[in-house]
């Protein structure tokens, strides 16, 4: 299944989404202006392209925090079901 895949031309979109989960984790935001600055800047990657990856990987991770708050305890799902 992965026999295509050449892994190093994966390695500067690694980098660039770990710098932008970097900037992301330390301020709380960020993630997609920085990733795709760098997507289309310095990659070379079409800007809509760019935008549709970041948006899959931005759906991923939020809905990763949703679940997360959801285990914690730490929804007013008072709230949550007025504002739904």
């Given at each position: ?5 050449d892994f ?68 007013n799902w ?7």
């Open positions: 299944m992965l026999d295509g895949i190093s031309s994966l390695i500067p979109f690694i980098a660039v989404g770990f710098a932008a989960q970097v900037v992301d984790g330390a301020l709380g935001m960020a993630f997609g202006v920085i990733s795709s600055t760098l997507l289309v800047s310095v990659l070379g990657v079409p800007p809509a392209t760019a935008s549709a990856g970041v948006h899959i990987v931005e759906t991923f991770t939020t809905g990763a925090s949703g679940i997360s708050h959801a285990l914690h305890r730490n929804i008072r709230l949550f079901s007025r504002l739904l």
